[in-house]
């Protein structure tokens, strides 16, 4: 989704492994939490999402939309932790995301890519219904809604709602190491947090890095000023109604 996720996930494992850089290194992210919905035909070593026989907790990574989840989720008040980011930095994010990965659906331009994202026309569903959905369930339901913005403005302050929503109480020190251990400029450089260890076929990173740019704004370099207009027209239309709001710059 290019939200953040794996940024998310990179600050649990370490919560979890209370601040162990080692332990947080012994595999990949999507092997370390798998993808429930991955089930690769592909020769990739990628934990599939299906074959669970993890210990308990279980952290597990879905992309998928709320009407998609399994219901047991619910039933069981799984807790669940959303990331969200504004729309403009997502479609730019996605877009070269799109380049690396042949799996992915193609678009040739950006223009291109704008015009299916604001028709859903999008991998997971549309981001529109995607975004909304579960912030329709965060107060039915145990779901702590994050935003990448918020990460990027006070990350002391969104990790410390994480240790909460997670139980956890750690040192001051561990909390510190937490915070410099998941940046961007350090998960940048290691390889079992940046998708380095992937085949090339799978995501060629030589075009463009999955840990790309990692800043709030970046649309504005991307976008021309009447992609914006009618970006802003259709986001207004399609988000009529929610309370849900975003910052698309900080
Ligand atoms: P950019 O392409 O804008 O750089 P996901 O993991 O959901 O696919 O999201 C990927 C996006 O999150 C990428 O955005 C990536 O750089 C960014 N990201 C990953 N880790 C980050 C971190 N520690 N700090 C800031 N941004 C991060």
């Not at 953040?4 to 595999?27: A, H, L, Y």
């Not at 070593?45 to 210990?55: C, K, N, R, W």
């Not at 561990?174 to 400029?185: A, G, L, M, P, V």
Request: glycine share 4%; aromatic share 12%; proline share 5%.
């Amino acid at each position: 989704m290019r939200h953040g996720s794996t940024w998310v996930q990179e600050i649990v494992d370490m919560i979890q492994n209370d601040g162990d850089v080692k332990k947080c290194q012994r595999t990949n992210t999507y092997n370390r939490q798998p993808l429930i919905e991955w089930k690769s035909l592909s020769p990739l070593p990628m934990t599939q999402g299906l074959e669970l026989a993890m210990p308990f907790p279980r952290i597990l990574k879905t992309h998928l939309s709320v009407q998609m989840l399994p219901p047991s989720f619910w039933k069981q008040n799984t807790k669940i932790i959303y990331v969200a980011r504004n729309a403009k930095d997502t479609v730019v994010s996605y877009h070269h995301f799109s380049k690396i990965v042949p799996l992915l659906p193609k678009s040739n331009t950006l223009e291109e890519f704008i015009e299916k994202f604001m028709d859903g026309k999008v991998l997971w569903d549309s981001w529109y219904d995607h975004v909304k959905g579960r912030w329709n369930q965060k107060d039915k339901h145990s779901v702590l809604y994050l935003f990448y913005e918020d990460m990027k403005e006070n990350p002391r302050q969104e990790i410390q709602k994480i240790l909460k929503f997670l139980e956890k109480d750690l040192s001051e020190e561990i909390f510190n190491k937490i915070i410099y251990h998941t940046s961007f400029d350090i998960m940048q450089q290691n390889p079992m947090a940046n998708y380095g260890t992937i085949p090339k076929e799978m995501m060629d990173q030589s075009i463009s890095p999955f840990m790309r740019k990692g800043m709030s704004g970046d649309w504005k370099n991307h976008f021309t000023i009447a992609q914006n207009e009618k970006f802003d027209e259709e986001h207004k239309k399609k988000m009529a109604g929610t309370t849900l709001t975003f910052h698309t710059e900080i």
